[in-house]
Each structure stands twice: as C-alpha cells, then as structure tokens.
C-alpha cells in the first residue's frame, strides 16, 4: 500500500510539473491551427478568382449569423465572389454562387474561436482580381499595398514581446503571395521570419 501511494505521489508531482507546458503547447496549437485555416481561407479565394477570372474576397467577420458585420478582429472568415457584394448582414447564407452574398465558403477561423485574437491591418476584407493579384475591396481607397493578419491567444504574450505564446501572422502582397510567418523569428536565412 505504502509503494502505492508513492508511485500516486510521484505521477501527481509529474503531472503538475508538465502541466504548464501541456497548457503552453495548447495555446500554441491553436494560434497555428488558426493561422493555417486563415492562410487556407485566402489561398481558396485566390484560386477561385483565377478559376472564375473574376474577383474574389475574404472577408473577417465578426459572427457567422444573419446580423454579422465586416471586422478587422473578426475571428470568423466569408469567402464571396462579386467585386461589390459584401456579406455583411447576411453571413448565414448557404454557400453557392447564384444569389447575393455570392458565398463560396464560409469558415471559423479556428474551431475555438474564442481561443484567438486575430487582428487584420489595415482593412477587414481581401480581394483578388482575376490574374491572382490583390485587389482593390469596395473603392480603391480601401485598398492597401500589403495585408497583415495577426494571430494571438488571448491569454499570454507573444514570444516577441517576451511571453511564452508563439503568434503567427498571415501576410498578403500585391501579387498575391499568402505567406505564414512568426514575428519572433530573425535572421535573414530564417524561411519563418516576418
């Protein structure tokens, strides 16, 4: 009984010794799953504007319910083609190309949303033309020369600014390019950097 009760011992002071890890590698896990759903989410609109050689958009919502509305912190994403036609006010329209919204797919950015922060600069919506390239949204003064999407966890720090959580972000160009990077990451060799 005595050994027992120290084998017990031993695996509670394990578990709670690897437990902030576990908690660490959890968070981490879903700053990527939603990054990675992100990066997904514009290379589909991007290959459905070449395919359809008409402009597509994504749009950061904040809701997938019929009162949604554009958001640059949206942890939701609309895919719509339609150089004009936002999805806002009308997010739970069934996907499908042959009435407004124009819905091609429709998306959380992570299964937990509520377990990232997203944060896009400087406009909520990307569209690209189509050629592949970034495209003006609703006016050209809308438009901007690159997009960057930060993904966090809203609970911890990022590693650049000293914490422990490793956020990514998503950047878009003018030409197109969807690339997943990490801003803690330096040097100029480094593939991962930002």
């Known amino acids: 009984m005595i050994e027992l009760l120290i084998g017990v011992t031993i695996l509670a002071v394990l578990l709670a010794l690897a437990l902030p890890s576990f908690s660490e590698w959890i968070r981490n896990n879903h700053v990527r799953v939603a990054a990675e759903t992100l990066r997904e989410g514009l290379q589909l609109a991007r290959s459905e504007a070449v395919k ?6 994504l749009n950061l919502v ?29 997010c739970n329209a069934a996907p499908g190309t042959t009435a407004a919204p124009y819905v091609v797919q429709a998306s959380p950015v992570s299964s937990a949303a509520a ?6 600069s400087p406009v909520a919506v990307v569209a690209f033309d189509g050629a592949g390239r970034m495209a ?59």
């Open 136 to 194: 003006p949204t609703l006016s050209p003064s809308t438009s901007a020369a690159t997009l960057t999407i930060n993904v966090s966890s809203p609970t911890g720090t990022c590693l650049a600014a000293g914490g422990d959580v490793r956020c990514l972000r998503v950047v878009v160009t003018t030409v197109g390019q969807v690339r997943m990077c990490d801003p803690s990451q330096t040097g100029a060799s480094n593939p991962t950097r930002c």
């Open 115 to 120: 377990k990232v922060t997203v944060s896009a």
């Open 62 to 90: 904040d809701s997938l319910s019929a009162s949604c509305a554009l958001s640059t912190s949206g942890p939701y994403w609309i895919v719509n083609a339609g150089a004009s036609v936002t999805p806002a006010g009308s």
């Open 52 to 57: 359809r050689n008409t402009r597509v958009r």
